[in-house]
């Protein structure tokens, strides 16, 4: 007897079905289907068995086996009919961060993250018919929200590492502005910068907008360039979760979803006037993160709720859950009231075949009833996809376009998404061959075993360390290298232990600290000029910085002398500082406290006079910063954490940082937003070339240890990863510093001077 018993005869595109099957006196058997993906026959089992699968278009299974005593062959057959509509699909893998579909133009904008080899830290118009990507314009560093005004005329973005929003001319691409978001300034995250994480366009008033923050709970509305702050409180206590997600109902009503972790609370906001004023908020029971959708006078949320904009009273919902616990769950919602329909996008894991995989549900809008259902094959797709949607639209005649955590776009159209649908959708831009960095092996040469500070002498072309007391040799003394020559450098012998040493740009001297003094030597005698002695300690690598175009001007820790008298002090304490483009600007900075603050002083005609403070702009990349450094280079500040910051603007302008697909691990703190493992180590900034060196270390433990020591290159003006490299060093690098033009050197913390002769030129 030969029994071929399917689960179902008609299953939902990407259902999983089983079929249970079985032959008793039979010498052979095999399972076969005409499903032209598979691999015939399936299973060539003597006893019976059960197949598990998935289903993709209407197949039948043959069981055929030979009868054992009789040699008769006995078949049976069974067909699984789809019940789901026509749909294709395609994806693509070139760091898309969002979309947004403008319906005037028939473009689809995507924002692309720094990992992305098409256009980095950009947005792309691209037209989903022909698949060409038809404009783009750099926008900053991870553009991670974006939305298009409903009269096409407007793209707002904001920044996932920039605490900035700029608004776009469309479909030109032209920025009207960029303006920034105002620091925290409450709470104990007083002075923290804040990010974007949803931007939504106001209908009827192109002009204004919204922004919800990554970490502190609040909602910016602007108008034009201005912003409107929501009172502190409003949307709940300032420090919780990120979760705060925008819909508009009309030109002057806003609406939040927040506090996810608790059950979510949607609040009610009118923008009319010069502030946010709250109208009421109801608590809705939706504890997945996920985007809301706005439609005909209703608020939808990815947990299936539907709220009335005006009264937020509770309509009929969807037949959905959102169970938080489990850690594959994630979900988006797109509505389309023209057909009738509203989308449900999941991430989850189906425990039949431990699949995580896309499940899409369509639904009648009017009557709530569930129409279709597909699964998608993730493992079918040229790329590897599985990470959480971050975004979902419906777009043109029959299309939805998410996107995902790893900066996939996955485009889905056909009947599945509307009746009579044109399945016009065709290609989607591709990753251009090579990948968005180059992973690369820097060769470098150990020059010194035991070394405490180097400086670049770029007048003579030489390179100063500072040898250790402790070193076997040379102790204590000035080591001088000729690039061309490093094996074989001179020592100038110092009667005390020396612990930083800096080169004016001039040439003209070299400072150098002692004890608790710091003394001026006159180049290329290194003859001494001037001793300074009760300066506060040993000041060490770092907080040594002679004045741009005035030699004999230097800062030691906070304290600039001028010639060998004090100017006075900006800020007491441990600080590092650091000098502007010129002499007329000072900064410094809590590099080992807990605030982690900057205070700056415009030093001209002598004086010193506060000009503002800043606090935790660089230590909240990581969450044990323990010592973080900065070096300056034109108008900005380079942080060792990879934050770029404008102090007179007061804006982090970018952060370096490798993407999610970097497999170094990720720093999973508020800054980041998870996004990305931040550069951590010392920079070095080649402004000529554009490039940005980090000495980075992964798998840290304390601010001497590191697991892996990496040199990264990083695009100045995009922010873009352009190479990593592996540093066989022991311990964080101490200072890394450009020198000879092209080359480059560095200091370990166990003492260890590396060179690295023209790193840019590996292949």
Same mark, same amino acid.
């Given at each position: 007897?030969?029994?071929?018993?399917?689960?179902?005869?008609?299953?939902?595109?990407?259902?999983?079905?089983?079929?249970?099957?079985?032959?008793?006196?039979?010498? #052979?058997?095999?399972?076969r289907?005409?499903?032209?993906?598979?691999?015939?026959?399936?299973?060539?089992?003597? &006893?019976?068995? +059960?197949?598990?699968?998935?289903?993709?278009?209407?197949?039948?299974?043959?069981?055929?086996?030979?009868d054992?005593?009789?040699?008769?062959?006995?078949?049976?057959?069974?067909?699984?009919?789809?019940?789901? %509509?026509?749909?294709?699909?395609?994806?693509?893998?070139?760091?898309?961060?969002?979309?947004?579909?403008?319906?005037n133009?028939?473009?689809?904008?995507?924002?692309?993250?720094?990992? #992305?080899?098409?256009?980095?830290? #950009?947005?792309?118009?691209?037209?989903?018919?022909?698949?060409?990507?038809?404009? $783009?314009?750099?926008?900053?560093?991870?553009?991670?929200?974006?939305?298009? $005004?409903?009269?096409?005329? *407007?793209?707002?973005?904001?920044?996932?590492?920039?605490?900035?929003?700029?608004?776009?001319?469309?479909?030109?691409?032209?920025?009207?502005?960029?303006?920034?978001?105002?620091?925290?300034?409450?709470?104990?995250?007083?002075?923290?910068?804040?990010?974007?994480?949803?931007?939504?366009?106001?209908?009827?008033?192109?002009? *204004?907008?919204?922004?919800?923050?990554?970490?502190?709970?609040?909602?910016?509305?602007?108008d034009?360039?201005?912003?409107?702050?929501?009172?502190?409180?409003?949307?709940?206590?300032?420090?919780?979760?990120?979760?705060?997600?925008?819909?508009?109902?009309? $030109?002057?009503?806003?609406?939040?979803?927040?506090?996810?972790?608790?059950?979510?609370?949607?609040?009610?906001?009118?923008?009319?006037? &010069?502030?946010?004023?709250?109208q009421?908020?109801?608590?809705?029971?939706?504890?997945?993160?996920?985007?809301l959708?706005?439609?005909?006078?209703?608020?939808?949320?990815?947990?299936?709720?539907?709220?009335?904009?005006?009264t937020?009273?509770?309509?009929? #919902?969807?037949?959905?859950?959102?169970?938080?616990?489990? %850690?594959?769950?994630?979900?988006?919602?797109?509505?389309?009231?023209?057909?009738?329909?509203?989308f449900?996008?999941?991430?989850?894991?189906?425990?039949?075949?431990?699949?995580?995989?896309? *499940?899409?549900? &369509?639904?009648?809008?009017?009557?709530?009833?569930?129409?279709?259902?597909?699964?998608?094959p993730?493992?079918?797709?040229?790329?590897?996809?599985?990470?959480?949607?971050?975004?979902?639209?419906?777009?043109?005649?029959?299309?939805?376009?998410?996107?995902?955590?790893?900066?996939?776009?996955?485009?889905?159209?056909?009947?599945?998404?509307?009746?009579?649908?044109?399945?016009?959708?065709?290609?989607?831009?591709?990753?251009?061959?090579?990948?968005?960095?180059?992973?690369?092996?820097?060769?470098?040469?150990?020059?010194?075993?035991?070394?405490?500070?180097l400086?670049?002498?770029?007048?003579?072309?030489?390179?100063?360390?500072?040898?250790?007391?402790?070193?076997?040799?040379?102790?204590?003394?000035?080591?001088?290298?000729? %690039?061309?020559?490093?094996?074989?450098?001179?020592?100038?012998?110092?009667p005390?232990?020396?612990?930083?040493?800096?080169?004016?740009?001039?040439?003209?001297?070299?400072?150098v600290?002692?004890?608790?003094?710091?003394?001026?030597?006159?180049?290329?005698?290194?003859?001494?000029?001037?001793?300074?002695?009760?300066?506060?300690?040993?000041?060490?690598?770092?907080?040594?910085?002679?004045?741009?175009?005035?030699p004999?001007?230097?800062?030691?820790?906070?304290?600039?002398?001028?010639?060998? +008298?004090?100017?006075?002090?900006?800020?007491?304490?441990?600080?590092?500082?650091?000098?502007?483009?010129?002499?007329?600007?000072?900064?410094v900075?809590?590099?080992?406290?807990?605030?982690?603050?900057?205070?700056?002083?415009?030093?001209?005609?002598?004086?010193?006079? %506060?000009?503002?403070?800043?606090?935790?702009?660089?230590?909240?990349?990581?969450?044990?910063?323990?010592?973080?450094?900065?070096?300056?280079?034109?108008?900005?500040?380079? $942080?060792?954490?990879?934050?770029?910051?404008?102090?007179?603007?007061?804006?982090?302008t970018?952060?370096?940082?490798?993407?999610?697909?970097?497999?170094?691990?990720?720093?999973?703190?508020p800054?980041?937003?998870?996004?990305?493992?931040?550069?951590?180590?010392?920079?070095?900034?080649?402004?000529?070339?554009?490039?940005?060196?980090?000495?980075?270390?992964?798998?840290?433990?304390?601010?001497?240890?590191?697991?892996?020591?990496?040199?990264?290159?990083?695009?100045?003006?995009?922010?873009?990863?352009?190479?990593?490299?592996?540093?066989?060093?022991?311990?964080?690098?101490?200072?890394?510093?450009?020198?000879?033009?092209?080359?480059?050197?560095?200091?370990?913390?166990?003492?260890?001077?590396?060179?690295?002769?023209?790193?840019?030129?590996?292949?």
């Amino acid at each position: 007897m030969v029994t071929l018993t399917p689960s179902t005869t008609i299953a939902s595109y990407g259902e999983a079905i089983s079929l249970f099957y079985s032959s008793n006196d039979a010498t #052979s058997c095999e399972l076969r289907s005409d499903d032209p993906d598979d691999s015939n026959p399936l299973h060539a089992p003597f &006893v019976s068995s +059960t197949l598990n699968r998935r289903i993709y278009r209407t197949t039948t299974f043959t069981y055929r086996c030979t009868d054992r005593n009789s040699a008769a062959t006995l078949t049976r057959t069974a067909t699984i009919a789809v019940s789901t %509509p026509a749909l294709r699909f395609a994806a693509s893998d070139i760091g898309v961060n969002d979309v947004a579909w403008d319906r005037n133009h028939q473009v689809m904008y995507l924002a692309l993250g720094a990992r #992305s080899s098409v256009a980095p830290n #950009s947005i792309v118009a691209f037209d989903p018919v022909t698949g060409a990507l038809s404009g $783009s314009a750099f926008a900053g560093s991870e553009p991670n929200t974006i939305a298009v $005004s409903d009269d096409g005329s *407007k793209l707002y973005v904001g920044f996932r590492s920039s605490n900035t929003v700029s608004r776009f001319s469309v479909p030109a691409l032209t920025r009207d502005f960029t303006a920034p978001i105002p620091m925290n300034s409450a709470g104990t995250n007083s002075g923290h910068p804040q990010f974007a994480l949803d931007i939504a366009a106001a209908p009827g008033a192109p002009g *204004k907008f919204a922004v919800s923050l990554q970490t502190f709970a609040r909602m910016i509305v602007y108008d034009g360039q201005s912003p409107m702050l929501a009172p502190p409180g409003q949307l709940g206590p300032e420090i919780r979760q990120p979760g705060e997600v925008l819909a508009w109902a009309d $030109s002057n009503t806003v609406l939040a979803l927040y506090d996810f972790g608790w059950g979510a609370t949607l609040a009610r906001y009118d923008t009319g006037s &010069v502030t946010v004023t709250p109208q009421g908020s109801t608590t809705v029971n939706n504890r997945v993160f996920g985007m809301l959708a706005s439609d005909a006078g209703r608020i939808y949320t990815n947990c299936g709720h539907v709220i009335d904009a005006t009264t937020l009273q509770a309509l009929p #919902s969807f037949a959905r859950s959102c169970p938080e616990t489990s %850690p594959y769950t994630n979900a988006q919602v797109a509505t389309d009231s023209a057909n009738n329909r509203v989308f449900f996008a999941e991430r989850l894991e189906e425990a039949v075949d431990a699949s995580i995989l896309y *499940k899409i549900d &369509v639904y009648r809008e009017d009557t709530r009833e569930l129409l279709h259902t597909a699964r998608l094959p993730l493992s079918l797709a040229r790329i590897p996809l599985g990470s959480k949607i971050t975004n979902m639209i419906r777009f043109g005649a029959d299309g939805l376009a998410m996107t995902t955590s790893d900066g996939q776009l996955l485009i889905v159209y056909g009947e599945f998404v509307a009746a009579g649908g044109t399945n016009l959708v065709r290609v989607v831009p591709g990753e251009p061959t090579g990948g968005y960095y180059r992973a690369d092996l820097v060769q470098f040469t150990s020059v010194l075993p035991r070394a405490v500070d180097l400086a670049w002498d770029a007048q003579r072309s030489q390179l100063y360390v500072a040898v250790a007391q402790d070193a076997a040799a040379h102790a204590g003394q000035i080591a001088i290298f000729d %690039p061309q020559r490093l094996d074989t450098p001179s020592y100038v012998a110092r009667p005390t232990p020396v612990h930083a040493i800096e080169v004016t740009d001039d040439g003209q001297f070299l400072y150098v600290t002692g004890t608790d003094s710091f003394e001026r030597l006159r180049l290329p005698t290194f003859a001494s000029e001037a001793l300074v002695s009760g300066v506060g300690g040993a000041w060490p690598a770092g907080f040594l910085r002679a004045a741009p175009g005035r030699p004999l001007t230097v800062a030691v820790g906070p304290v600039i002398y001028d010639d060998i +008298t004090p100017r006075g002090v900006l800020s007491g304490g441990s600080m590092q500082p650091a000098w502007g483009e010129s002499a007329d600007r000072f900064y410094v900075f809590d590099s080992e406290g807990s605030g982690f603050w900057i205070d700056s002083a415009d030093t001209s005609n002598g004086g010193i006079t %506060p000009l503002w403070h800043y606090d935790n702009i660089f230590s909240s990349v990581h969450p044990f910063p323990f010592h973080t450094g900065f070096t300056q280079s034109g108008s900005l500040l380079y $942080s060792d954490t990879g934050v770029v910051f404008d102090p007179e603007a007061g804006i982090v302008t970018g952060i370096f940082a490798l993407g999610p697909l970097s497999g170094h691990g990720v720093v999973s703190v508020p800054y980041s937003m998870a996004f990305a493992t931040p550069a951590w180590g010392p920079v070095a900034i080649d402004a000529a070339r554009n490039r940005a060196y980090v000495a980075s270390c992964v798998g840290y433990t304390n601010q001497d240890d590191c697991g892996l020591n990496f040199l990264q290159v990083f695009d100045t003006r995009t922010y873009a990863p352009l190479m990593i490299s592996p540093l066989d060093v022991t311990g964080r690098v101490r200072k890394l510093i450009r020198v000879n033009e092209v080359d480059l050197a560095a200091i370990a913390f166990d003492g260890r001077v590396i060179y690295m002769p023209n790193p840019d030129s590996v292949d």
